[in-house]
């Protein structure tokens, strides 16, 4: 069984920032691509960035020229910088993978932005 841990939530101001890392249980090289996924109280889970075996990346408009998501194959490690942060970022943050028909998720993070 695959586990996704994430770490570096926390609380932070508005525009600040907090970089969230998801480690993975086995080479990430193995997944077809890796997601950040958030969701807020009350709210539906949305998602955040997508980053693909080839490196290629989405992101949602929401969080576009802010957040940037990167992979480190060398130690199995998807991560998430979060720049200027506002309160409408304040979320539980989760990991996922995605192997063919297999998916995987983290237990999340939560991420608090006071205004």
């Known amino acids: 069984q695959v586990q996704l841990v994430e770490s570096g939530g926390g609380s932070v101001q508005a525009g600040g920032s907090l970089r969230l890392s998801c480690a993975a249980s086995?080479?990430?090289?193995?997944?077809?691509?890796m997601n950040w996924y958030r969701q807020a109280p009350g709210e539906q889970r949305e998602l955040v960035a997508t980053i693909t075996d080839g490196g290629s990346t989405y992101y949602a408009n929401t969080v576009k020229g802010r957040f940037t998501i990167s992979r480190e194959d060398a130690k199995n490690t998807v991560d998430l910088q979060m720049n200027s942060l506002k309160p409408e970022d304040t979320a539980v943050y989760y990991c996922?993978?995605?192997?063919?028909?297999?998916?995987?998720w983290g237990q999340g993070t939560q991420v608090t932005v006071s205004s």
């Open positions: 996922y993978a995605n192997a063919f028909q297999n998916e995987y």
């Open positions: 086995r080479s990430i090289s193995s997944f077809s691509y």
